[in-house]
């Protein structure tokens, strides 16, 4: 398939790109992982659940309708359950890898002048002795149940960690009838307040949200952690289960106030640290990283030609914040794509959203970060990467045996060599061992079948054989023609 | 600046070649700091299989020294085996077509002369010992000798047992020289070390530390990607690959050659790799080099083909332009050593080159002629010629 703009994620980054760029002419085809478009911000349930309101679990219901209209009456070739594994720059320009349906056993190929990655972040959970324990989920996999699926998690349920994510998971679990016993947050609201002046673009929304916990009697406990989760075997179930946390306040310092331990029971923990962009497919085609996320221009152009990035991909700020460089790529590329340079004033407003955004997106980053102590609470017989079963104990054993980065320390502990290739642990690695965090290099993006590789391979040579067979052929027609032409140059004269 | 810091001989270089030099100088009775720029197996030692192999290589000095090594890493596996994930578990060479097998069991006659064990395997016993092959190939050699270690495990644990100094994340910038010429240290970006011995085991930054103690050595790297699967139950039980990897060696091509080298791991994955490319120190992804893995790969085996590809990496193999390694004393700087430059072959030639070195640090008679491994065999090109 040939066209002039591959959008990879269909988030709202993608989405507002891909209307942008479609409604000035460009051929855009929208390729996305899951069975809809809307990615994990307007996650939609199942058609065949038949929500009769699933608005209810969405803020910003209107702008998401309006892109789902603008999509279906646009011109946007939509590609669903496609996971792209891999973005190979040509001499033609860019080819999008990707496997299509639940399957993955195939591969199909798109080629474009221009890509957009839209391809959003992902959950930051850092570990705390119990957490691989069943019933502890992460914050945006809960959201996530809930939207997608209008799935309650069971029984009573405690929301911790740190972040923006856990108010709102926290007010949906409670509007669905789930009793939460409390929200753990470990930053302190001194903190938050602090930054108040750049998040102001949040707090509204926010002041929503605390309104609900309030109206729901979630406790807010500030400042808290959990610091271990505790499970039993329950009747009927193979091995441990959550039944319960212990919560504790922290010092000023990060560390545990010594006799502030105290135990909720609990079935359910959403726990979440934050998120980070997703820069697999960046790496993999060599672009420029600033920090975790992909570095771009004004215009939203990374550092190789023909590659655009929008949303969580080049720093988390929302979706507000998603729309408006969506947006941006948008124009940017149909311009670019004519030939000509984009003029900015035309996305004024959304440039102002986007510089707002970015603010308060980096004052939350601050305001919520991670206590500072928090890897005294990891235990060496905690797991940290659960694809390889390697504990704390074992990272640390690889520090001690000459390790320095997150690369040696995986290298010499098998932290992050799983099928998850150290998304999951990549942080905690990092915490626990004083190593800078850093984008770990995949440069592929997904597991792909090794056959789906090899038959590239056969077909790549068969063309470049049907091509040398062509040429030889052309060079043997012209040797001909040029015999005959000497011939008839020879001939009677 | 720190206190200047005094031992008998500073190793330049904390990957496989500088944890082998290490140990066997500490069993010689020598102080020894180990000093690296990044982390333990950071360079191409975190980058490697872990081959040790004696299948590859042609009757000649490279095959002497891998056979001494193939000995001495048994002896260290009694002590460090499980933690280096130490396997002797053969490499099986097929031969696809009748004519390649002819030309692979001369090779291995010739091999056996030299001290190799290598049993022809007839096609109809090849699946006895890799029940999971192809069907149709035409035969192959068993070579018993070929085993498999954990190369960063592998590194990190011969420094530990060497009970050398080890300073990591420190750079050296220049080999400190007598007025006579002779080596009297190394200066690092935090300091001084002094000492009447320097061991270049930099890998393939050998030629730029060689640069920096004002001597020649064309260390070059070849660019080499492995295919790692998701982890598999034990099916693939020997280092398996075809002959035409052997005329890929010594092939002086720079064209993208790959030979399928497949390998199970204790910890479950199976290796792939690794491609040969010359193209500097790029480390962005090519699929053609994957793809040609993955083909040579399913080609082999066919089951691979529903198997997934978890990750790919590239790394650099050092090479010198006769494919030989530099190993010994730099007559044109005394007190200078060389361990570097053994292209693909590193982890397993790692052991021979580290006793070499340890015998050359204290005048005894090494194990193996060094000539052929002179350090100063190259000789700097001049403007005209480096054109």
């Known amino acids: ?493 | 600046m720190s206190e200047p810091l005094t031992c008998d001989v500073v190793v330049v270089g904390a990957g496989m070649a500088g944890a082998a030099c290490a140990l066997y100088a500490a069993r010689a009775g020598l102080e020894v700091t180990v000093v690296d720029r990044g982390h333990v197996a950071g360079g191409t030692t975190g980058a490697g299989e872990g081959n040790l192999l004696v299948s590859d290589k042609t009757p000649g000095p490279e095959l002497d020294l891998a056979l001494l090594s193939t000995r001495l890493w048994a002896r260290e596996a009694r002590e460090l085996g499980a933690a280096v994930e130490y396997e002797a578990k053969g490499g099986l060479v097929v031969a696809e077509t009748p004519e390649v097998l002819d030309k692979l069991r001369t090779f291995a006659d010739a091999q056996r002369a030299a001290g190799v064990t290598a049993d022809p395997v007839p096609a109809g016993r090849l699946h006895d010992l890799e029940p999971r092959l192809a069907s149709g190939l035409a035969g192959a050699v068993y070579y018993p000798q070929d085993a498999q270690v954990m190369p960063a495990l592998a590194a990190a644990h011969l420094l530990r047992a060497s009970g050398a100094r080890l300073l990591t994340g420190r750079e050296v910038t220049r080999v400190l020289r007598a007025p006579d010429g002779s080596v009297r240290g190394v200066r690092t970006d935090r300091g001084d070390l002094h000492a009447p011995a320097v061991v270049n085991a930099a890998g393939t930054w050998g030629g730029e530390l060689a640069d920096r103690a004002g001597v020649f050595l064309p260390v070059l790297p070849r660019r080499g990607f492995v295919l790692v699967t998701e982890p598999l139950p034990p099916r693939i039980r020997h280092k398996v690959y075809a002959a035409d990897y052997v005329a890929d060696v010594a092939s002086d091509s720079a064209a993208l050659q790959t030979s399928p080298v497949v390998e199970a791991t204790a910890a479950g994955p199976v290796l792939i790799g690794a491609s040969r490319e010359r193209v500097g120190f790029d480390r962005s992804l090519s699929l053609p080099a994957v793809r040609a893995l993955a083909a040579g790969a399913t080609r082999l085996f066919p089951f691979l083909s529903r198997v997934r590809a978890l990750r790919t990496y590239a790394g650099f193999r050092p090479y010198l332009p006769d494919h030989l390694p530099a190993i010994g004393p730099d007559p044109r700087a005394p007190g200078l050593f060389h361990a570097c430059g053994h292209e693909g072959a590193g982890i397993g030639l790692a052991t021979g080159t580290g006793l070499l070195i340890a015998q050359a640090l204290t005048g005894r008679t090494p194990d193996l002629d060094l000539t052929p491994f002179r350090p100063d065999r190259f000789p700097r090109p001049t403007k005209e010629t480096e054109r």
């Not at chain 1, 009456?73 to 939509?78: E, G, L, P």
């Open chain 1, 1 to 493: 398939m040939r066209t002039d703009l591959v959008v990879i994620g269909a988030g709202p980054a993608g989405l507002a790109a891909a209307l942008a760029a479609s409604a000035r002419g460009v051929r855009v085809v929208l390729v996305d992982a899951a069975p809809e478009p809307g990615g994990q911000f307007y996650r939609q349930p199942a058609p065949a659940l038949r929500a009769r309101r699933p608005q209810a679990l969405h803020h910003r219901w209107r702008a998401w309708t309006r892109l789902r209209d603008g999509l279906a009456a646009s011109t946007v070739r939509v590609l669903t359950e496609h996971h792209v594994w891999c973005v190979e720059r040509e001499s033609g320009g860019l080819t999008v890898h990707a496997l299509p349906g639940p399957e993955q056993e195939r591969s199909v190929e798109v080629r474009a002048t221009a890509v957009l990655l839209a391809t959003g972040g992902y959950e930051t959970v850092l570990p705390f002795p119990g957490w691989t324990l069943p019933g502890v989920v992460t914050a945006g996999g809960a959201q996530a149940m809930l939207k997608g699926g209008l799935v309650v998690p069971g029984g009573t349920a405690v929301v911790a960690g740190t972040g923006p994510l856990l108010l709102p998971v926290a007010t949906a679990l409670a509007a669905a009838g789930v009793p939460v016993a409390a929200l753990v947050e470990s930053t302190g609201p001194r903190r938050l307040l602090r930054h108040a002046g750049a998040l102001a673009g949040k707090l509204p929304e926010g002041a929503g949200y605390a309104a609900r916990l309030l109206r729901h009697r979630v406790p807010f406990l500030a400042r808290h952690t959990v610091v271990r989760a505790h499970g039993a075997s329950g009747a009927g179930s193979g091995g441990d289960r959550l039944t319960g946390v212990t919560v504790a306040a922290l010092d000023e310092h990060g560390s545990v106030r010594p006799g502030t331990e105290r135990r909720l029971p609990c079935d359910t923990l959403a726990v979440g640290h934050g998120i980070l962009p997703h820069t697999d497919l960046a790496e993999g085609l060599g672009c420029r990283l600033g920090g975790h996320a992909v570095a771009v221009d004004a215009e939203q152009r990374t550092d190789v030609p023909g590659v655009w990035a929008a949303g969580e991909s080049t720093g988390v700020g929302g979706a507000a914040h998603a729309l408006a460089e969506g947006h941006i790529a948008g124009r940017s590329i149909a311009a670019r794509l004519r030939g000509t340079a984009p003029d900015p004033g035309e996305w004024a407003p959304a440039g102002r959203v986007r510089a707002r955004m970015r603010g308060a997106a980096a004052a939350l980053d601050s305001a919520y970060a991670p206590p500072a102590r928090w890897t005294d609470r990891v235990t060496d017989d905690t797991v940290i990467c659960r694809c390889e079963e390697v504990t704390a104990g074992a990272v640390r054993e690889a520090v001690s045996l000459g390790a320095g980065d997150t690369r040696t320390v995986k290298l010499l502990s098998r932290a992050g060599m799983g099928w998850c290739q150290g998304r999951m642990c990549g942080p905690a690695v990092a915490g626990l061992t004083g190593c800078a965090s850093a984008p770990s290099g995949r440069l592929l993006a997904r597991p792909v079948p090794l056959g789906v590789l090899a038959d590239a391979h056969r077909e790549h040579e068969e063309h470049r054989d049907r091509e040398v067979h062509r040429e030889h052929e052309k060079h043997r027609e012209k040797e001909e023609h040029r015999a005959y032409e000497d011939r008839t140059e020879e001939g009677p004269s």
